[in-house]
């Protein structure tokens, strides 16, 4: 019999799925302090928490039987995760179980500012009946622009389109085809869509990326009246640049469930109050996943991950990677870790969203593809989506983010006794990144695109094209000089003497915006992208 301990309180869906399984035999205790799980847990082979109960090293240094956690909920923050893959013991959670709860809180936002309806309802209750004062716009025949065509951002275009609206998406990581399903059309650049829509809402996760994503820039193309949403994530609109622009009459409507800092501070509260009179706001403590639904979607899942684990099955939303066999993560850590860089250097190097991912894992440590592998996707997705993704799930999201992934094993390897090479595939274009470890610790960059060069694979990278000719690093070390921005390291690689050639600069910190162009209005320099690895 398997032993699961539930320590905070979850559906009741989710408590009888365990407990008509035969093998289970479940103790609920979503009260439990945590000294007394401390005492308690040795006897457990599962425990399944929300946020209030911690799963801290102490916790999993006594659980002698564990072999689970299951998270009820997308964030892991109150989980020791690098102690558990250290003693196997596997964390799952549940993303995408509030998909229609999320979805739904947009569109009653959506309606909210644009009909009035929270304005209207506290004028009734002080006995107006002002029906002239509030008189709203439809949402039949405008334009919405969705910034992220994921399981949300999809279920909000299918809603708004029997609302009679147009849609509009960008999202770099999502086939047209789904686009073309949904009856959405799909845009390359989004500045485009922004020029376009009357409403604007975001389903993406908070990434290097996606991080200020709607600036001042943004505002300044959209149309004046436009109506914002955001039940996504904090920080991917730039709230400074939202006050303004609603000061400026720009934005005629906002609807908020998240914020940069949660809970909001009480300044930017107040000068949203401030602003009540002029523009349509309507706010709520994000609570895109608070509906019995939801909380039942997620207690179902968290069973049935943790059921899956206990058994050996395998299991769709692990949040580590689970190394029962410690010798074999200390052998292959290394590759890891440079298949993981491998994967964030080339998802910062291509411009357009990667639909194709070809890998190649050659040499003795080709008998570990399958984790190396994964760890090369790992790298691609969690610069993208906004929730754990490792060597366990990498191969399931790649798969749902309609990616492409091509796999070849060898023994033979061509300059060096390990090699791994990753070519990825962007709208037609291709990008290619390979590297080995050298002396079985110091992993190395050997190769991108068509040079052959030798990085060191940490830190803030200036990677740049430039004409082969003298005096382009002098102009570059100039800006940068003059910028008090350290250079830590220089590598240099070309195919022939005065032809293209690609310079790697390790800088100490990164370079802003105003040096970036400074160094790319240098006439040799063809192309400069910020990597951070």
């Known amino acids: 019999m398997y032993k699961v301990l539930i320590t905070d309180p979850i559906a009741p869906e989710g408590i009888e799925l365990l407990q008509k399984d035969p093998e289970v035999e479940v103790y609920n205790e979503p009260d439990i302090s945590y000294e007394e799980l401390l005492e308690i847990i040795k006897d457990f082979d599962a425990i399944i ?43 799952v959670n549940t993303p995408g179980a509030n998909t229609i709860g999320a979805t739904e809180l947009t569109m009653m936002h959506m309606l909210t500012i644009m009909r009035n309806g929270h304005k209207a309802h506290e004028s009734m209750l002080n006995y107006k009946w002002d029906r002239k004062k509030f008189m709203g716009e439809e949402l039949y025949g405008r334009i919405l622009g969705i910034i992220g065509l994921g399981n949300i951002g999809s279920q909000v275009a299918i809603r708004a389109k029997a609302f009679g609206m147009k849609v509009m998406a960008y999202d770099p990581y999502i086939p047209r085809e789904k686009a073309e399903k949904l009856g959405v059309k799909l845009v390359d650049n989004l500045h485009d869509m922004l020029r376009e829509i009357d409403v604007l809402t975001i389903h993406a996760p908070l990434t290097h990326e996606t991080k200020n994503m709607i600036d001042e820039k943004e505002f300044e193309i959209m149309k004046d009246g436009v109506y914002i949403v955001n039940c996504a994530r904090g920080g991917i609109i730039n709230e400074k640049a939202l006050i303004k622009y609603m000061e400026s009459g720009k934005i005629k409507g906002v609807a908020l469930d998240v914020y940069s800092k949660e809970p909001p501070p009480p300044e930017f509260i107040d000068e949203l109050k401030r602003l009540a009179d002029k523009v349509n706001i309507s706010l709520s403590p994000h609570i895109g996943a608070n509906t019995y639904e939801s909380q039942r979607n997620v207690a179902v899942i968290v069973a049935q991950q943790v059921l899956k684990a206990l058994k050996g099955q395998t299991v769709e939303y692990a949040v580590n990677a689970p190394f029962p066999d410690l010798s074999v993560l200390t052998l292959i850590k290394p590759y890891l870790d440079l298949a993981e860089k491998l994967g964030k250097f080339l998802v910062q190097w291509t411009e357009e969203g990667i639909r194709e991912v070809h890998i190649e894992v050659r040499g003795d440590i080709a008998e570990y593809f399958q984790p190396i592998s994964s760890a090369v996707l790992k790298g691609i997705l969690e610069e993208v989506v906004d929730f754990p993704v490792n060597i366990i799930n990498a191969f399931y999201v790649a798969k749902d983010r309609g990616i492409k992934v091509e796999e070849l094993s060898s023994e033979e390897t061509p300059d060096f006794k390990h090699y791994i090479k990753v070519v ?65 390291g220089f590598r240099l690689g070309r195919e022939k003497k005065g032809g293209i050639a690609i310079g790697i600069l390790n800088l100490d910190e990164p370079a802003s915006e105003e040096v970036l162009s400074r160094i790319k209005e240098i006439p040799e320099i063809l192309f400069v992208k910020h990597i951070v690895l």
Do not use: C, M, W
């Open 49 to 91: 928490t929300r946020s209030r109960t911690p799963v801290t090293k102490e916790l999993l240094e006594r659980a002698e039987k564990l072999k689970v956690v299951g998270r009820a909920g997308v964030g892991v923050d109150n989980v020791d995760i690098e102690e558990a893959t250290k003693r196997g013991i596997l964390v």
């Open 424 to 488: 990825v595939k962007a709208d037609g274009k291709e990008k290619v990144v390979a590297g080995t470890v050298l002396e079985g610790q110091i992993p190395r960059i050997t190769e991108i695109d068509r040079y052959k060069v030798d990085i060191e694979p940490e830190g803030i990278l200036l990677v740049f094209e430039n004409k082969d000719v003298p005096g382009v690093i002098g102009k570059i070390g100039s800006i940068l000089g003059e910028a008090n921005i350290n250079i830590a």
